[in-house]
């Protein structure tokens, strides 16, 4: 069987965490900005790091698995 727990959770995490799709911190003139559509290095980097903590508690702390086949 096929585990694609991790492959959905990936890719849910990086379109939502994308900086400057839904949100993006920090921004141009504020803290966080909503749907502006540009980003910078340091909101690549706290974005990275964001998802790296999330997917890191929901594939091993947690164990998110999803079987197909």
Not at 19 to 36: A, C, K, M, S
Not at 41 to 68: E, Q, R
Request: aromatic residues 10%; charged residues 5%; glycine residues 12%.
């Amino acid at each position: 069987m096929a585990d694609w727990g991790p492959v959905i959770i990936a890719v849910i995490l990086f379109v939502l965490l994308t900086p400057g799709l839904l949100f993006q911190i920090p921004g141009r003139n504020r803290v966080v900005e909503f749907g502006n559509m540009h980003t910078s290095g340091a909101s690549i980097v706290v974005h990275a790091i964001i998802y790296f903590g999330l997917i890191t508690i929901l594939l091993i702390a947690i164990g998110i698995h999803i079987y197909a086949g």
